[in-house]
């Protein structure tokens, strides 16, 4: 299957089902945070330290409070499907709805940097909110040199739109029909992200041993 990333760059997953299935059985990641919503059972917050995000717990408090005041935002309310569905310009005030109401609040906290904020929203909302990694936010400045944390809406926008582009959901509902019924508890965003952060590793790796060829992943 083939994929977009910020519909800049297009990469090939041979087996994604199988990839996805070693994700889960190699990492921890799996069994401590994901499995978490096995049986549609919700997670708390403080679980998103499950993903490694090491956020302090003196800061759960002030995270817990922003995203309560905001927790009646429309992108909440959708997962990845409806949200699509959407115009581009009800998309667009949604996300910078979400921007200026929670994620430039959580900014401002001590410490606490776009990945991590996103790491919390993803761990509340695992059907719409994505998980913008620093590798992945080091991707997209390089095709947006002047791109900022600053410009959070920007960066989500362009995500959403990748997720239209070449049939990457088309194709992410053809996996999730695919895998077994204990991985369910993987949303679309999820198994998503667990692809483009293959793909980021896989072509790091490959820079640092020109050698390498990977046949699962191009």
């Not at 069994?31 to 708390?44: H, S």
């Not at 019924?181 to 965003?189: A, F, G, S, Y």
């Amino acid at each position: 299957m083939k994929f977009w990333l910020f519909s800049k760059v297009q990469f090939k997953v041979s087996d994604p089902v199988a990839l996805i299935e070693s994700y889960c059985f190699q990492s921890n990641f799996f069994k401590n945070y994901d499995l978490l919503l096995i049986n549609n059972k919700g997670r708390k917050i403080t679980d998103v330290n499950k993903i490694g995000a090491r956020i302090n717990r003196s800061l759960f408090k002030k995270c817990k409070r922003i995203i309560s005041d905001a927790n009646n935002l429309c992108i909440f309310k959708d997962d990845l499907d409806v949200f699509l569905k959407n115009s581009n310009a009800r998309r667009e005030k949604n996300i910078r709805e979400l921007n200026d109401k929670v994620v430039k609040k959580l900014l401002k906290i001590p410490g606490m940097g776009l990945s991590k904020a996103t790491k919390v929203l993803h761990t509340l909302y695992p059907n719409i909110i994505p998980m913008l990694d620093d590798p992945l936010q080091m991707k997209y400045q390089i095709w947006n040199p002047s791109w900022t944390v600053k410009k959070a809406d920007e960066i989500l926008i362009s995500y959403y739109e990748n997720m239209e582009k070449g049939g990457n959901l088309k194709n992410l509902n053809r996996i999730y029909n695919k895998i077994d019924e204990n991985l369910k508890c993987l949303t679309k965003v999820r198994m998503f992200d667990i692809l483009w952060w293959s793909y980021l590793k896989a072509e790091s790796l490959k820079q640092e041993n020109k050698n390498i060829k990977w046949t699962t992943i191009k």
